[in-house]
């Protein structure tokens, strides 16, 4: 069956509306940081890195944390958008494995999961450091 100028318009207008409303939902899927931390909280950790992945939708730096008992626990850290770090002179290799670094940020809700909502980091071997910028 051959279908006739006026159908294959309207397919056409159909295809374009719903790639335009499936676009424009995407922000809306994003999730809010206060559904997985306690955004009101804050806590410090400092480890050696294990992986930095600087993908988005976020960032995330994993680092091996010792603990007073000498057991190693992994934490993870969710950080900013790499288009967003970009624009602070963060790139995919400022941060190496081995790397020591101490990481302040929200904790997640569940603590046997160990992440963090990343605010602030430091090297302290060459004094590097980022902060959250507070938008107002």
Partial sequence: MRRTRMERRHAAWFAVAAILIGAGASPVAHHSFAAYYFEDKSTTVEGDVVEFEYRAPHAWVRIAVVEPSG?????AAEWSNPNRL?????TKDTLRPGDTVRITGSPGRDERERRLHLKRIERPSDGWQWATQRRR
């Fill in 86 to 90: 970009s624009r602070d002179a963060v």
């Fill in 71 to 75: 057991r190693t626990l992994v934490y």
